[in-house]
T-cell receptor, first 115, second 113 residues
Framework: SQTIHQWPATLVQPVGSPLSLECTVE??????LYWYRQAAGRGLQLLFYSVGIGQISSEVPQNLSASRPQDRQFILSSKKLLLSDSGFYLC??????????????FGSGTQLSVL | GEDVEQSLFLSVREGDSSVINCTYTDSSSTYLYWYKQEPGAGLQLLTY?????DMKQDQRLTVLLNKKDKHLSLRIADTQTGDSAIYFC?????????????FGKGTKLSVKP
């Protein structure tokens, strides 16, 4: 069966520090991978998605970047965190073959607090 | 553009039925989903319905789809305290770009004993 791992679960970082959140998927190959941010009262915002190694699409301009160095690994990064980067970050995957059916499977999330 | 709307809060008593409502704007949506998020956790896919269906039942969950009114609802029968969570409605617009799953802001369900 497929599983998705996301870490760390919580993170407290000072403004201006770098960020690296990691997500890995097991039990499937060539998944679509996603990074979402959930800010209080604002629902889910799609940040990045990837359909393959090295292929990253950004949905919103921001202080963050994403990379996919391996088929089942997705990394969210920042060189210098801002206060506004605080939020709950969720990694997700979907079966890339199901083009019309985007059932997403989420990781357990990372609560990031930038102080 | 596409939009998904939900009421933000719902409070029910244990044992009652809960009905969470959602409206969407894209009439060409193919699949519609309900996700559940427990406190401090990721989203869990609860159920989904294809747009050519008007009802789907799965144990205590019933999904109703009114395509004419672009209205989706999730009914939870015999609501339990463990059902307390945030419920997200989401849609996949036909022809949308990859990864373009549109989420509502979520309805927080509180179940009182």
């Amino acid at each position: 069966s497929q599983t998705i791992h996301q870490w760390p679960a919580t993170l407290v970082q000072p403004v201006g520090s770098p960020l690296s959140l990691e997500c890995t998927v097991e039990g499937t190959s060539n998944p679509n991978l996603y990074w979402y941010r959930q800010a209080a009262g604002r629902g889910l915002q799609l940040l990045f998605y990837s359909v393959g190694i090295g292929q990253i699409s950004s949905e919103v301009p921001q202080n963050l970047s994403a990379s996919r160095p391996q088929d089942r690994q997705f990394i969210l990064s920042s060189k210098k965190l801002l206060l506004s980067d605080s939020g709950f970050y969720l990694c997700a995957w979907s079966d890339s073959k199901l083009r019309m059916d985007e059932k997403l499977f989420f990781g357990s999330g990372t609560q990031l607090s930038v102080l | 553009g596409e939009d998904v709307e939900q009421s933000l809060f719902l409070s029910v008593r244990e044992g009652d039925s809960s009905v969470i409502n959602c409206t969407y704007t894209d009439s060409s949506s193919t699949y519609l989903y309900w996700y559940k998020q427990e406190p401090g956790a990721g989203l869990q896919l609860l159920t989904y319905i294809f747009s050519n269906m008007d009802m789907k039942q799965d144990q205590r969950l019933t999904v109703l789809l009114n395509k004419k009114d672009k209205h989706l609802s999730l009914r939870i029968a015999d609501t339990q305290t463990g059902d307390s969570a945030i419920y997200f409605c989401a849609e996949t617009p036909y022809g949308g770009s990859q990864g373009n799953l549109i989420f509502g802001k979520g309805t927080k369900l509180s179940v009182k004993p």
